[in-house]
């Protein structure tokens, strides 16, 4: 933090900017492009953040579990082996297995996909909403799959699956605004590569839903290891990723990645997941920094929690990657932020 930044920076609302240095341009012009949005407030639709971020809070102060006292932990071992730990769901090994074999039809993934009903129901909700903007209705899978395509349709099957799979055990994370977070990173990820014109949005959307995906299932599997870590991050206002590692011998994303390569899920998506705080040391660079800006700017937006309570500082090798000037951030932002609360209410109706 600069000098200059911590004058600014006084507001307890505020206080998630405050391990970023105010002299890196990217971070200058989201802490500028977030103060404005919160001057003209009736453009903000949500800045929830909060309501996570209290509840691991009231959990630490409650808990208040001692560093020493901690039992030796195997994590890979409980993530590839924790009766917790949700398998993959019967339709998605059906349709990644048709998806991964090049002479698949398209009738052949929308045939497994519509013997789902529930599934089905929920898709063609998303499909049809403004998010996708088609001027008439679908209302069949066959008729989604010919419009958007096998790999966009595999992907949108996969992220709405997967986060109905896993939303259930974690005592440690507010479950609800865990999930608000995935969908504004995987939001924000579609937006972004679409404006970088990368190809495959809803590869990025799936890989912003699962990008915390790790933490979750660590917060079930190691609920103890998980608040201290949490515990130490708030105390020593560092990084939950760093005191993760500290504590737990592996960060969110190695977990996560870990548990995506035990469901075989595609590579690619597993790079962004492992690297989205690392970009630069993934073998996918260029995808790993969509998420990895995409993460960052949900942070400052402050929509939703992961547990994480500080914006986390953006690397270098990122900006090297996609290049997002101010007028561009302020674009994401704005089009992101229309667009979150309609898709957050297809996977929480309430
Ligand atoms: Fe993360
Ligand atoms: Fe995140």
């Known amino acids: 933090m600069t000098s200059s930044g ?12 405050i391990r970023l240095d105010l002299d890196v341009p990217f971070h200058r012009d989201l ?11 009736a453009g903000i639709r949500y800045a929830d953040g909060g309501e996570g971020k209290q509840f691991l809070r009231a959990n630490l102060k409650r808990l208040d579990l001692s560093e020493e006292a901690l039992p030796a932990l195997d994590l890979p071992a409980l993530l590839l082996n924790d009766p917790k730990i949700p398998t993959l769901p019967e339709v998605l090994y059906k349709i990644n297995t048709i998806l991964s074999d090049p002479n698949s039809s398209a009738y052949e993934i929308a045939s497994a996909v519509s013997l789902d009903h529930a599934l089905s129901a929920r898709l063609l909700k998303i499909v049809n909403s403004p998010f996708y903007g088609f001027s008439h209705q679908i209302d ?3 008729k989604a799959v010919s419009i958007i395509g096998t790999t966009q349709l595999g992907a949108l099957v996969n992220g709405v699956e997967l986060v109905r799979a896993l939303s259930k055990g974690s005592t440690r994370i507010h479950v609800r605004s865990f999930w608000k977070h995935a969908i504004a990173v995987g939001i924000i990820s579609r937006f972004l590569a679409t404006l970088r014109r990368m190809g495959d949005p809803e590869r990025y959307f799936m890989a912003g839903l699962l990008h915390d995906i790790g933490r979750l299932i660590t917060s079930t599997v190691a609920p103890m290891h998980f608040t201290v870590a949490a ?9 939950l990723r760093r005191t993760e590692k500290e504590i737990m011998g592996m960060d969110h994303g190695e977990a996560g990645a870990l548990l995506l390569g035990h469901w075989k899920l595609p590579f690619s998506l597993e790079q962004m997941v492992l690297f989205h705080h690392a970009p630069g040391r993934s073998s996918l660079p260029r995808d790993a920094s969509v998420v990895h800006l995409s993460d960052i700017i949900a942070h400052a937006m402050d929509v939703g929690s992961s547990g994480e309570l500080f914006v986390p500082s953006v690397d270098g090798a990122a900006l090297g990657e996609i290049d997002l000037p101010r007028e561009a ?13 309609e898709v957050s209410s297809f996977f929480f109706p309430d």
């Not at 911590?6 to 900017?17: A, D, K, V």
């Not at 802490?31 to 407030?41: A, V, Y």
């Not at 515990?231 to 990084?239: D, I, K, N």
């Open 329 to 341: 951030m302020a674009l994401v932002i704005g089009e992101s932020e229309i667009q979150i609360n």
């Open 31 to 41: 802490f500028d492009l977030i103060m404005e949005r919160n001057l003209s407030r």
């Open 6 to 17: 911590t004058n600014r920076i006084e507001e307890p609302s505020l206080l998630r900017f």
């Open 140 to 142: 069949t899978v066959f």
């Open 231 to 239: 515990a130490r991050a708030e105390r020593q206002q560092e990084t």
